[in-house]
């Protein structure tokens, strides 16, 4: 799922890239022919020339027509009301809720059950290992083994 999302999220970033890339070349063939059409205007050409400056304009016109048309398949995409910024964020978003779940759920730690009666422990020391998990459990990732004893203590003598 994680590899399929950063494929998604790459053709997205790259729909958009495109977009902008040829919107850059549109503007960038314009200006080209503006130039083409100044030298034409402006200087005076004999008939090679003129016919070299014309096949070269000719040129710019139909690479200026495919970017183009490729922007109208980009137009598309906004047409549809995606936006794929927002998709994008989503999208990596989701991965990294993904990440973090998996990650959880690998350092995930799991205490058996234990049969006390098996290992000969007293029911006293149960009821202290049993506290130990309570208090493990109120206390979480602070607990060290002497603020489960300090805690343990403060029971005993709380309950007294």
Do not use: W
Request: aromatic fraction near 6%; charged fraction near 35%.
């Amino acid at each position: 799922a994680l590899l399929d999302i950063d494929n998604l999220t790459r053709s997205l970033n790259k729909v958009n890239n495109y977009k902008n890339f040829c919107q850059e070349q549109v503007e960038k063939i314009d200006k080209e022919l503006i130039d083409l059409d100044h030298c034409l205007e402006l200087n005076s050409l004999n008939c090679v020339q003129q016919s070299k400056l014309i096949k070269q304009r000719k040129e710019e016109l139909h690479k200026r027509r495919f970017y183009k048309d490729e922007l109208e398949y980009m137009h598309q995409f906004e047409k549809s009301n995606i936006n794929v910024q927002s998709v994008v964020d989503n999208l990596r978003t989701l991965k990294s809720d993904v990440k973090a779940t998996q990650n959880r759920l690998e350092n995930r730690q799991y205490t058996p059950r234990i049969l006390y009666e098996i290992f000969g422990i007293s029911a006293e020391e149960k009821a202290e290992l049993e506290q130990r998990k309570k208090d493990r459990k109120l206390l979480g990732n602070k607990a060290t083994n002497r603020s489960l004893d300090m805690e343990s203590k403060f029971r005993k003598v709380s309950s007294i």
